[in-house]
């Protein structure tokens, strides 16, 4: 982390270093398709299985409700929707999920009965967030 608080770009996008997914199913909702991208690619290189990416929120409740997942990567905001009904049909199933937004700690960004869920704002620290995904698949 750099002296004003923020994450350096080898911090950012740094990869799993030491981080194995391998054999988990990741869950990526995401509506930036280069955010997505990234996401997509560093799970994959930590050995993750990757379902989706899903850019609406629509999208996302069809894999959501209907694919093996062991943890999702959740944006909050899917071109002006909320992702809330997709992390309660993933808490209902038990699948354990982060949340990855420019909004993720901003005043009432997430609702108390997501509150729980890690959280990482935007740039995330790939590495950290990866870590954290490992964690709550084990």
């Known amino acids: 982390m750099t002296a004003s608080g923020l994450f350096s770009i080898r911090e950012v996008w740094s990869g799993g270093k030491g981080v ?43 894999y959501a409700s209907h694919e093996a997942i062991h943890v999702a ?16 049909v993933l808490q209902r199933r038990g699948v354990p999920y982060v949340f990855a937004s420019a909004n993720a700690f901003g005043a009432d960004a997430v609702p108390g009965p997501f509150a729980a869920a890690p959280r990482f704002d935007k740039p995330v620290s790939i590495n950290a967030m990866l870590k954290t995904l490992a964690s709550l698949a084990a």
């Open 20 to 62: 194995d997914l391998t054999g988990q199913r990741v869950l990526v909702v995401e509506d930036e398709v280069l955010v997505a991208a990234t996401i997509e690619w560093e799970l994959t290189v930590a050995g993750a299985e990757v379902v989706g990416p899903a850019y609406t929120v629509e999208e996302a409740l069809v």
């Open 73 to 88: 990567v959740l944006d909050i905001n899917l071109l002006g929707k909320k992702v809330w009904p997709v992390a309660e």
